[in-house]
């Protein structure tokens, strides 16, 4: 029972973690992203879609690789 409680919280801050590098990695990427209000929303609907996502593929592997190019596909949309 611990043992899975440490594992969940280590994938959780593994995710996270994860989602921050891209953030800050996407948000960085273009100063026209970085400073634009609606690219920063933009990524921000991006972040909420792939925790749904996630959440909603429990612990297959195919369907959170489905989740990461999701991810992907709208952070590189959300490049005005």
Do not use: E, Q
Not at 36 to 45: G, S, V
Not at 58 to 78: E, F, I, L, P, W
């Amino acid at each position: 029972m611990i043992m899975v409680a440490l594992k969940s919280m280590a994938l959780s801050a593994i995710c996270g973690a994860f989602l921050s590098a891209v953030t800050v990695g996407a948000a960085s990427a273009g100063s026209s992203s970085a400073a634009n209000p609606a690219a920063r929303d933009c990524i921000k609907d991006c972040n909420d879609a792939v925790n749904v996502c996630k959440g909603n593929a429990g612990k297959s592997t195919a369907a959170k690789k489905v989740c990461k190019r999701d991810y992907t596909n709208c952070v590189g949309a959300c490049k005005f």
